[in-house]
């Protein structure tokens, strides 16, 4: 089904198991998707939470979207589920970038401002110094988004994580995660990576 996420923000049908679930709104109509998002909340939630279950594809409900991991989902603009991840909600929003502690809100606003240009569905890209970039931060090299992991760059495809080369350590590269993000990770905070990436 079209509900797989990929680094760029992207929804696509591949066969990519997901390691979480979480939503940006209601974006289908029957099983097709027929919007990029519904808002600014773009949550990354558990796959198991208390044992609720819900169908997807209900109508008038949030879309279910799946990550391969955390990573992914952090390039493609969403935080965690501040019900079903509340330690990892928490031990993000503790690791914000700032002098006060954020609100969800003002992590959703921030958020939304820094993953798309202003009135479009395009993503934006943050030019930033390749050294000091952290683990778990995904960069843009041509149309291929590539994940900093390990003092290397992996290549990620719709199959999964590819072809590992060395990071550069001169010069900018466009970043696909957030910049609120990336000082979250930068501070600290243990994301989630597929060990296939390693």
């Given at each position: 089904?079209?509900?797989?996420?990929t680094?760029?923000?992207?929804?696509?049908?591949?066969?990519?198991?997901?390691?979480?679930?979480?939503?940006?709104?209601?974006?289908?109509?029957?099983?097709?998707?027929?919007?990029?998002?519904?808002?600014?909340?773009?949550?990354?939630?558990?796959?198991?939470?208390r044992?609720?279950?819900?169908?997807?594809?209900?109508?008038?409900?949030?879309?279910?979207?799946?990550?391969?991991?955390?990573?992914?989902?952090?390039?493609?603009?969403?935080?965690?589920?501040?019900?079903?991840r509340?330690?990892?909600?928490?031990?993000?929003?503790?690791?914000?970038?700032?002098?006060?502690?954020?609100?969800?809100?003002?992590?959703?606003?921030?958020?939304?401002?820094?993953?798309?240009?202003?009135?479009?569905?395009?993503?934006?890209?943050?030019?930033?110094?390749?050294?000091?970039?952290?683990?778990?931060?995904?960069?843009?090299?041509?149309?291929?988004?590539?994940?900093?992991?390990?003092?290397?760059?992996?290549?990620?495809?719709?199959?999964?994580?590819?072809?590992?080369?060395?990071?550069?350590?001169?010069?900018?590269?466009?970043?696909?995660?957030?910049?609120?993000?990336v000082?979250?990770?930068r501070?600290?905070?243990?994301?989630?990576?597929?060990?296939?990436?390693?």
């Amino acid at each position: 089904m079209r509900n797989r996420v990929t680094p760029t923000g992207d929804v696509v049908d591949v066969p990519l198991r997901g390691a979480w679930t979480g939503n940006r709104g209601v974006l289908h109509d029957g099983h097709e998707i027929v919007r990029f998002h519904a808002g600014d909340l773009w949550i990354t939630c558990a796959l198991e939470f208390r044992g609720r279950w819900r169908e997807q594809w209900l109508p008038n409900r949030y879309t279910h979207l799946f990550f391969p991991d955390e990573a992914v989902s952090f390039a493609a603009g969403h935080r965690p589920c501040a019900e079903c991840r509340r330690r990892a909600y928490t031990a993000y929003r503790d690791a914000w970038p700032g002098p006060a502690t954020p609100s969800a809100a003002g992590m959703n606003r921030r958020l939304h401002a820094e993953r798309l240009v202003r009135g479009t569905h395009l993503r934006r890209r943050h030019e930033l110094p390749w050294a000091g970039l952290p683990d778990g931060v995904f960069v843009l090299r041509g149309r291929h988004p590539e994940l900093v992991v390990g003092g290397q760059l992996t290549e990620w495809t719709t199959a999964g994580y590819g072809t590992r080369r060395k990071l550069p350590r001169a010069g900018t590269v466009p970043v696909l995660t957030p910049p609120a993000t990336v000082a979250v990770l930068r501070a600290g905070y243990p994301v989630q990576i597929d060990d296939s990436a390693r």
